[in-house]
């Protein structure tokens, strides 16, 4: 009969903390697309990364370029990357290779939607004069889409 394995006896994969889509949106927030680029470009770059067995990228390399940036931005972002790495058996320093792909895409100006036009609202003014004894004006209440204003001179 075959001894059972136990859970903590086999070699556990790194992994970002908070999944892939945590991963993805880490990555978009920190790519500048390059301004050297003499023309706008939208494309992919492949790498390929090493994590070391703290959870560090140690080693990246362009496996699908787009042109020198942007594998250089590229790279520049896999190399910020942090890992978790669960414990090994027996205390091992295993490395891990992972690839990635990282879209480029040009700035595009975004156009404002059109606003629909404002509708005049009604300004309504009361004035009130100091006296030695003012009597407490009372608070009008508001209307909805009336605007009120009150001046106090003296």
Not at 10 to 28: C, H, L
Not at 32 to 38: I, L, N, S, T
Not at 50 to 55: E, V
Not at 95 to 116: N, R
């Amino acid at each position: 009969m075959k001894k059972e394995r136990k859970e903590d006896s086999f070699i556990k994969k790194p992994f970002y903390k908070g999944g892939n889509q945590a991963m993805s949106a880490f990555v978009q927030s920190q790519l500048v697309y390059p301004k050297e680029a003499e023309i706008p470009i939208e494309g992919t770059v492949i790498v390929k990364y090493d994590i070391d067995h703290h959870g560090n990228v140690v080693d990246a390399r362009v496996i699908k370029s787009l042109g020198p940036v942007f594998d250089d931005e590229a790279l520049r972002v896999v190399r910020l990357l942090k890992f978790e790495v669960p414990k090994t058996p027996r205390r091992l320093k295993v490395m891990f290779h992972k690839d990635i792909q990282i879209h480029f895409k040009p700035h595009t100006i975004v156009t404002p939607a059109p606003q629909p036009e404002a509708k005049p609202s009604q300004i309504v003014y009361q004035v009130t004069s100091s006296v030695p004894k003012p009597a407490e004006p009372k608070p009008v209440e508001p209307k909805p889409g009336v605007i009120t204003y009150t001046f106090k001179i003296g």
